[in-house]
């Protein structure tokens, strides 16, 4: 056990009823809000989790500590599941030390936005997190790659998305007096148009055309994707999201349609938004009113290469890596997660 397990879990550990799931549980004590008393938190989870059935040696990460690291430490010393308390950072690195083993993800999502709970349906609050837990029920979800080296569980993005991301938080937490964080984004716009943009997809462009939900497109653009029998497909857009899950960024609903387990990224090409019309448009998903729009064209692959005669930026989950080509796939049901 390792020496910050807490000394009451020792206590309890040689009274631990037989029937009891063994977790280990890798704690965030500084996700969110959890700073303001992460001793009390630590306290309040374990007892939600004991509750439930569930005997779990609580593991505070320290900054510069590799999750991983702990994750594979977790996985070797047999436990039942992996518990990852914390925002989507702590999730992902958890689920990264997971990925192609029996061994399944649980979520006590503690952080700002939670995307990773929110797309399996998994309850904010800790005590109904930990009791969906108990419950056990597993599920095997996708994860992308990008270049073959670069995990990710929510979305990439290229184009503005990749420098617009980071202000996302600062927008979503604004208040209404604070013009800042918009005026950075607004100066961000100006500085970027719509780009030629090639994608090469795995199948034809009307298959994953005819995958994705019928879109609000005028007919002529719709007609022209159907009968498009090559791979790839050339056009102007402003960004574009390949989306695993239906939230990302600042619990942005995406792409709504999106879904886990089917193998396939939803991919979302911005067309020819305005500037204006796409801060219109992300406005209207913060505020929960968002609707298809006759700009975006939407498709449905396992594998897509994106590339540019420009310098277009990339991100994966929020992070930006570097510059088109970029090359994403599915790695299919390759998470067991419980929710």
């Known amino acids: 056990m390792d020496s910050r397990a807490r000394t009451a879990q020792d206590r309890e550990s040689k009274v631990m009823?037989?029937?009891?799931?063994?977790?280990?549980?890798?704690?965030?004590?500084?996700?969110?809000?959890?700073?303001?008393?992460?001793?009390?938190?630590?306290?309040?989870?374990?007892?939600?989790?004991?509750?439930?059935?569930?005997?779990?040696?609580?593991?505070?990460?320290?900054?510069?500590?590799?999750?991983?690291?702990?994750?594979?430490?977790?996985?070797?010393?047999?436990?039942?599941?992996?518990?990852?308390?914390?925002?989507?950072?702590?999730?992902?690195?958890?689920?990264?030390?997971?990925?192609?083993?029996?061994?399944?993800?649980?979520?006590?999502?503690?952080?700002?936005?939670?995307?990773?709970?929110?797309?399996?349906?998994?309850?904010?609050?800790?005590?109904?997190?930990?009791?969906?837990?108990?419950?056990?029920?597993?599920?095997?979800?996708?994860?992308?790659?990008?270049?073959?080296?670069?995990?990710?569980?929510?979305?990439?993005?290229v184009g503005v998305d990749a420098p617009l991301f980071p202000l996302g938080e600062e927008i979503k937490n604004a208040k209404w007096w604070t013009f800042k964080p918009f005026w950075e984004a607004a100066k961000l716009l100006r500085r970027f148009k719509p780009v030629r943009i090639n994608f090469e997809f795995d199948r034809p462009v009307a298959a994953a055309y005819e995958q994705s939900l019928r879109s609000n497109a005028p007919k002529r653009r719709q007609q022209k994707y159907q009968r498009n029998r090559n791979s790839e497909l050339a056009t102007r857009a402003f960004l574009v999201v390949i989306a695993n899950g239906k939230h990302y960024g600042s619990a942005f609903t995406i792409s709504p349609h999106a879904v886990l387990d089917d193998g396939l990224f939803h991919v979302s090409v911005f067309r020819r938004f305005s500037k204006r019309e796409l801060l219109r448009h992300f406005a209207a998903i913060y505020l929960g009113r968002r609707r298809y729009d006759p700009k975006i064209d939407t498709f449905r692959v396992a594998e897509l290469r994106v590339s540019s005669n420009s310098q277009i930026p990339w991100h994966i989950d929020g992070r930006q890596l570097g510059y088109l080509p970029l090359k994403l796939k599915t790695l299919r049901r390759a998470l067991t997660v419980i929710s």
């Open 17 to 157: 009823d037989s029937k009891l799931l063994r977790a280990c549980l890798l704690l965030n004590p500084v996700s969110g809000d959890a700073s303001i008393s992460n001793h009390n938190l630590a306290s309040e989870i374990w007892s939600a989790l004991r509750a439930a059935g569930i005997w779990a040696e609580t593991i505070e990460t320290q900054i510069g500590e590799s999750v991983l690291e702990l994750t594979h430490r977790a996985v070797a010393h047999g436990n039942s599941m992996v518990i990852a308390a914390g925002g989507d950072g702590t999730v992902s690195e958890v689920a990264k030390g997971l990925i192609n083993t029996q061994i399944p993800l649980g979520i006590v999502p503690l952080g700002t936005y939670n995307n990773m709970a929110r797309n399996l349906g998994i309850p904010l609050n800790i005590a109904a997190a930990c009791d969906v837990l108990a419950r056990g029920r597993t599920r095997r979800i996708d994860v992308g790659i990008a270049n073959e080296a670069h995990l990710f569980f929510e979305a990439a993005g």
